[in-house]
């Protein structure tokens, strides 16, 4: 990959991929825009949860230092989220799934 291209890579947002996912359909694109993709060849670290968007089955999952970003796998990083934004990410990827979602409790 040359540079211009793995400085693109690296700069993407889930607004760059949005019709790609259904996951990101019902997010706004402002929203979108700020936030940042885990750039391909990054190691998804310890300690920090990730979504897929190619595998929205996997859910939140955590890093574990040993897995990285392949070319064409879009992950977004829960630190890049708002605790709001995130929530229905997560809840997207359930939508998309047909995964019914528990009521919090009363």
């Known amino acids: 990959m ?12 889930a607004a ?10 019902d997010i706004a694109e402002d929203e979108l825009r700020e936030l940042p993709l885990v750039p391909v060849g990054a190691f998804l670290e310890r300690g920090e949860w990730y979504l897929d ?3 929205p089955a996997r859910g939140e999952f955590p890093g574990n230092s040993r897995e990285h970003v392949r ?11 708002s605790r709001d934004l995130w929530r229905r990410l997560v809840d997207a990827c359930d939508d998309v799934l047909g995964r019914r ?4 409790a009363a």
């Open 2 to 13: 040359d540079d211009a291209r793995e400085r693109e890579a690296a700069t993407l947002t």
């Open 16 to 25: 760059d991929v949005k019709n790609e996912h259904r996951v990101l359909r």
């Open 53 to 55: 968007l190619h595998n």
């Open 71 to 81: 070319p064409g796998q879009r992950v977004i990083a829960r630190s890049s989220a």
């Open 101 to 104: 979602r528990s009521s919090p």
